[in-house]
């Protein structure tokens, strides 16, 4: 079962376009989400995370918008990059951290 | 920069081969993660540690065991390797602050069990 949902599983956009990543989650106990970049060959990095006590957190050309009552957040590249062509994974964790887990993850692909 | 580093990066094993995967972390975090990571499935948790000599099963413990002796190591141990065990696999550390719970990845190990 599936506590984190991420769509698209793959997602093509063109240079300067907007890529939008949606994640929705079923547990109350999340109190923090991440979102991870993974190059391929490398591990997940973490790129930005918001808590759930703000609506929206921006950091470059990375947002993550959250919305605590339908328990959904998303993030949101400006002006994507063909260096941006990665998989990206959401996440949510708990206030302990012990308990953390990963939506499928998204292909994103930026043509140039 | 807090690093995690694995002691291999692609690895290749027979069936039924003792296989220990290492994950050392140098920034003195108390939780230490193992994750296995296919195609079209994410990142799925195997093991998790959130000290010295405690272990807790994530979503899919089958087949693997878990060692942590010292803060700074955790291992994954396939006790009799399988070819469905050909996986990536990923160890993570962890600390929880006041902005929230921050975890880093090491690169990553390829096993390949034949």
């Known amino acids: 079962q599936q506590q984190v949902k991420q769509s698209p599983q793959s997602l093509i956009v063109q240079k300067g376009g907007i890529s939008i990543i949606n994640c929705a989650y079923e547990?109350?106990?999340?109190?923090?989400f991440p979102w991870y970049q993974q190059f391929p060959g490398k591990g997940p990095a973490l790129l930005i995370a918001i808590r759930p006590d703000v609506s929206e957190k921006k950091e470059g050309r990375f947002t993550i918008s959250f919305n605590k009552s339908a328990k959904q957040f998303s993030l949101h590249i400006m002006d994507s990059q063909p260096g941006d062509s990665a998989t990206y994974f959401c996440a949510a964790i708990n206030n302990a951290g012990n308990m953390l887990t990963f939506g499928g993850g998204t292909r994103l692909m930026v043509k140039p | 920069d807090v690093k995690v580093t694995q002691s291999s990066r692609y690895l290749v094993k027979r069936t039924g081969e003792k296989v220990f995967l290492e994950c050392v972390q140098d920034m003195d975090h108390e939780n230490m993660f193992w994750y296995r990571q296919d195609p079209g499935l994410g990142l799925r948790l195997i093991y998790f540690s959130y000290d010295v000599k405690m272990k807790e099963k994530g979503d899919i413990p089958e087949g693997y065991s878990v060692s942590r002796e010292k803060k700074e190591r955790f291992s994954l141990i396939l006790e009799s390797a399988s070819t469905n065990q050909t996986s990536m696999y990923l160890c993570a550390s962890s600390f929880s602050g006041t902005s929230g719970t921050k975890q880093f990845f090491g690169p990553g190990t390829r096993l390949t069990v034949l």
């Open positions: 547990n109350t106990a999340f109190d923090y």
